[in-house]
């Protein structure tokens, strides 16, 4: 089974950037949908962006034009550009395959201060 590997967190001031990665260990081609979560403290987890094999992507309202999902196949790896950012961005992002059944990655944390 394809395990996820996610990098690129850490500790930014707000209106900074990051760039998360979502290393797979094995091919996402089979993959259609490849979706970035994220969990606050004392919060549910919430969906953030959608991939879909053909490009098409979808991102909650609070995101939209500051983060970017993208995904390159033949490097089986998803990525999140996360521009402008806020301290209500700050959470655990994760990573999840929408395949049967779904795989998550471990997260990486993304704090933002003010």
């Known amino acids: 089974q394809v395990q996820l590997v996610e990098s690129g967190g850490g500790l930014v001031q707000a209106g900074g950037s990051l760039r998360l990665s979502c290393a797979a260990s094995?091919?996402?081609?089979?993959?259609?949908?490849m979706v970035w979560y994220r969990q606050a403290p004392g919060k549910q987890r919430e969906l953030v962006a959608v991939?879909?094999?053909?490009?098409?992507?979808n991102y909650k309202d609070s995101v939209k034009g500051r983060f970017t999902i993208s995904r390159d196949n033949a490097k089986n790896t998803v990525y999140l550009q996360m521009n402008s950012l806020k301290p209500e961005d700050t959470a655990v992002y994760y990573c999840n395959a929408r395949s049967t059944p779904p795989i998550w990655g471990q997260g990486t944390q993304v704090t933002v201060t003010s």
């Open positions: 991939i879909t094999s053909g490009g098409s992507t």
């Open positions: 094995g091919s996402i081609l089979s993959i259609n949908t």
